[in-house]
């Protein structure tokens, strides 16, 4: 794993890292376990890819926690879910704090139990300070959602004659979404095998590499982010251009 880590150049790394934290309940399924057990065991991986992208000097780290979607799952594994997100946060603000990393969170928060809530925004509270990297759980997240929001706010600013149609663009867009203060990613992972979005960062992904890894959450390891990131840097990244427009940049 050390051989691994040593390969990365540090002077090429994504600076915006995004996962799907996929196949929890598959993975306990696999081990004739209820789905709940697989959630547990997840937490251990998201610990590994905080700590290995920590480490390398990755700045923003966004995880896939819970969708809007996920609310029509059966109402115990919900529940479960949104105690272990309680619990979690509780016992890993020290760690958090320790390592010198935020805690952000996009989403609609509106909607999770006061209990969650409360605990997140107080392990935010409490790490608002640290400065080496900052871990955003997507929450209630949606990613049509976000762009429905924030139609809704460039409209209501034209509406108040706040902006004009013309001045609508990229930039003005972007700085109504929730995502608005992190840069967007330049690598999205995946676990479970399944190769698709599942409503995620629709328009922050536009020109991430993605990485569909054919493991479930759990079994996730410090190696396969380091073996992710050595993918991505031994990509060109051509944003519309060419191989030799690169060169003569």
């Excluded at 819970?66 to 529940?79: A, D, G, K, M, Y």
């Excluded at 429905?148 to 109504?176: P, W, Y």
């Excluded at 992190?182 to 536009?206: A, V």
């Amino acid at each position: 794993m050390e051989d691994l880590k040593s390969q990365i150049d540090i002077d090429k790394l994504p600076k915006h890292i995004a996962v799907i934290m996929d196949g929890n309940g598959r993975w306990a399924k696999a081990q004739g376990k209820p789905r709940v057990f697989g959630h547990r065991h997840g937490v251990k991986a998201v610990r590994e890819v905080t700590e290995a992208a920590a480490e390398v000097g990755i700045r923003y780290l966004t995880l896939y926690a819970f969708s809007t979607e996920n609310w029509n799952r059966p109402t115990l594994e919900v529940t479960t879910l949104m105690r272990l997100l309680v619990d979690t946060i509780s016992k890993e603000v020290k760690t958090l704090n320790k390592n010198n990393i935020r805690l952000r969170t996009i989403g609609d928060l509106s909607r999770l139990p006061n209990a969650t809530r409360k605990a997140l925004l107080k392990g935010m509270e409490d790490t608002k300070d640290n400065t080496r990297m900052d871990l955003i759980l997507a929450l209630n997240y949606s990613g049509r959602w976000d762009i429905v929001n924030a139609v809704k706010q460039v409209a209501g600013a034209v509406k108040a004659g706040d902006m004009s149609i013309e001045n609508i663009d990229e930039t003005s867009f972007k700085a109504a979404l929730s995502t608005r203060e992190f840069p967007d990613p330049e690598l999205m992972i995946r676990t479970s095998g399944e190769t698709r979005l599942s409503n995620f960062l629709l328009w922050e992904l536009s020109y991430a590499e993605f990485q569909f890894l054919p493991i479930f959450w759990p079994d996730f390891q410090k190696a396969h982010l380091y073996n992710s990131i050595l993918n991505f840097q031994n990509k060109e990244r051509r944003f519309g251009m060419i191989s030799e427009q690169l060169l003569g940049r």
